[in-house]
């Protein structure tokens, strides 16, 4: 078993640090924040994820995982550095390295023996090449290392048992022997290994992001078309889904992607792609089809009520999708400012993200923690986000506390017949009304 640093506590820091002790690692995870780190060695998790905090418990009391805010330490203990820290989007669209070039300097300096030097955030093409150089710079040894690149591909919510089941690693090193020491510290995993060059590895990474993204706006794209001539996106998607060419995955059609990382990678591509001299006009159009399918809903529930001004509008689901705390790029952001602006009360719902979203919109809008305070006297309700709370919504409830029973589902959550049969006005994306 390998004594492993993972630099960055955030989502992919902190899971794959976790899961990696799991699986029997002796693993530290570090961050510049010392406040998160006080919060995690009290097993505050700094995220809502599913499982994290009992894994983190379980591994913590095993001593096989610890935190540290004393990043130099944290480096020179190990042979394996895991850099997992923030590459946000800058207002160019192209990625920030600004936290991997400092996580480079401070492992330069700290450079004591040997180590791999593995990068894990979502990076551009070249990035371990620009991780090499910042390094070596910096080292005021000529101790070796080698760098490499294995990407992240866990989804917020199921983040645990993605990282437990990984579909497969992939793994880009600047030497044969550091990718067989990687591919061996995946070995517990169990799962298909891919070695490839470095450049290869970051763009597998860039590519599986803007290619799911691709397929949902493409299935949005069906879902409107469908609107227009008819036919039912659940079934379409069902029926090109059995083909195993296409896949029955990220076909659910609604009001588009959000995240921390769809959004951001595809800009990312396309940034890259046009400096490098290639109109990467696919990337373009899917970003751009996503941009429009947010606020679909808005123009369903002005159809279905006229007008908002004076109205009350419950909003259920805040968070960009179930099982989450996080708001980045959530639909909610761009699709609730558009009702205040209309003049519409509006009412939302989240049986997690409320705080977050008070940073948003302040006393503009009422909270509620309980769905069914959301939709009491409301005259009409917009699904945003398929929990569990919204999907089991109990109807009968639902229509008898409503002023409207006018439902505008942006995630098509509900079966046809039954809307139909109990009565209420319900629109949904790319089924028949
Ligand atoms: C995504 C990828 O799925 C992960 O493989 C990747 O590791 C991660 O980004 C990352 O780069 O870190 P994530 O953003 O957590 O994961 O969530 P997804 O489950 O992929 O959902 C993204 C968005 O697409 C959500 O807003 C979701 O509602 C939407 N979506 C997803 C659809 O609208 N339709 C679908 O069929 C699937």
């Known amino acids: 078993m390998k004594k492993i640093t993972v630099i960055g506590t955030g989502y992919v820091g902190l899971v794959s640090g976790t899961c990696f002790s799991e699986i029997g690692h002796q693993v530290i995870c570090c961050d510049i924040d010392q406040n998160k780190i006080e919060q995690l060695k009290q097993m505050k998790m700094p995220i809502y994820e599913p499982g994290l905090e009992d894994l983190v418990r379980k591994n913590v009391h095993d001593g096989r995982l610890t935190f540290t805010s004393d990043v130099s330490v ?43 030097v593995v990068t894990k955030s979502t990076v551009p093409v070249g990035t371990s090449r620009i991780v090499r150089q910042i390094i070596s710079k910096h080292a005021f040894t000529s101790v070796s290392f080698d760098v490499a690149s294995n990407p992240e591909f866990l989804r917020e919510g199921s983040a645990i048992s993605d990282c437990m089941n990984m579909d497969r690693a992939v793994i880009g090193a600047s030497s044969d022997m550091a990718a067989k020491i990687i591919e061996e510290i ?19 990474k860039y590519a599986a992001n803007a290619f799911l993204a691709t397929k949902i706006s493409f299935i949005n794209a069906i879902a409107n078309v469908c609107e227009l001539v008819g036919g039912d996106i659940v079934k379409v998607a069902e029926g090109m ?59 369903k529930l002005l159809k279905a009520l006229g ?52 940073r948003y919109f302040g006393a503009s809008v009422t909270y509620h923690d309980d769905v069914y305070d959301a939709l009491h006297d409301s005259d009409a309700c917009l699904v945003l986000t398929e929990w569990e709370e919204i999907v089991g919504l109990d109807l009968d409830k639902a229509k008898s506390i409503m002023k409207e029973p006018i439902i505008i589902d942006g995630r098509n959550c509900f079966d046809l017949e039954i809307m139909n049969s109990r009565g209420f006005h319900y629109q949904s994306i790319g089924r028949p009304a």
């Open 74 to 116: 944290a480096i020179q203990h190990s042979e394996i550095i895991f850099i997992a820290v923030g590459t946000p989007m800058s207002e160019t669209g192209e990625a920030d390295l600004t936290y991997v070039k400092a996580a480079a300097k401070m492992i330069g300096e700290n450079l004591n023996d040997y180590k791999i």
């Open 186 to 204: 995946h070995e517990p995993f169990h799962t298909k290994v891919l070695i490839t060059d470095l450049e290869s590895a970051e763009m597998i």
């Open 241 to 299: 889904g059995l083909d195993s060419r296409i896949g029955n995955k990220f076909l659910r059609a609604g009001i588009g992607y959000g995240g921390s990382c769809f959004p951001k990678d595809t800009l990312a591509l396309h940034h890259l792609a046009r400096v490098a001299g290639y109109d990467f006009s696919i990337i373009q159009s899917v970003i751009d089809t996503n941009d429009k399918q947010k606020t679909i809903v808005i123009d």
């Open 307 to 358: 007008d908002v001004e004076g109205n009350a509008i419950s909003v259920l689901g805040l968070t960009f999708k179930p099982n989450t705390d996080d708001l980045r790029y959530a639909p909610s952001l761009s699709i609730i400012p558009i009702l205040l602006n209309k003049g519409a009360k509006v009412k939302v719902f989240d049986p997690i993200a409320l705080d977050g979203v008070k």
